[in-house]
């Protein structure tokens, strides 16, 4: 089993900065595909960035220049620096790691990142 732990959702005014954690732990041997969701109310899941085992990151237009994934994989632990927050980034953000074993790959709980005044 791979568990997922998030932190360092909080609330931030527009324009702030915000990073987030992901440590993993558990049975992970082979090598991993990391990633960032999140879900605002109402709306879907969705992709806000990926990072391959060598590193390699993508984004989804809507953060491009404004966010950073990376990896520790050492410390089985993914960052994501959200930089000029506005308030459409208002959602609950999802770690996600994907090993090819299991449909979807693995979840965390979630933490939330509210932009506002």
């Known amino acids: 089993q791979v568990q997922l732990v998030e932190s360092g959702g909080s609330l931030v005014q527009p324009g702030g900065s915000l990073r987030l954690s992901c440590a993993a732990s558990?049975?992970?041997?082979?090598?991993?595909?990391m990633a960032w969701y999140r879900q605002a109310a109402g709306k879907q899941r969705e992709l806000v960035a990926t990072?391959?085992?060598?590193?390699?990151?993508k984004y989804a237009d809507s953060v491009k220049g404004r966010f950073s994934i990376s990896r520790v994989n050492a410390k089985k632990t993914v960052y994501l620096q959200m930089n000029r927050l506005t308030p459409e980034d208002t959602a609950v953000y999802y770690c996600?790691?994907?090993?090819?074993?299991?449909?979807?790959?693995?979840w965390g709980q979630g933490t939330q990142v509210t932009v506002s005044l």
């Open positions: 996600n790691l994907d090993k090819g074993d299991r449909p979807g790959g693995y």
């Open positions: 558990g049975s992970i041997s082979s090598p991993y595909v």
């Open positions: 990072v391959t085992p060598d590193e390699r990151p």
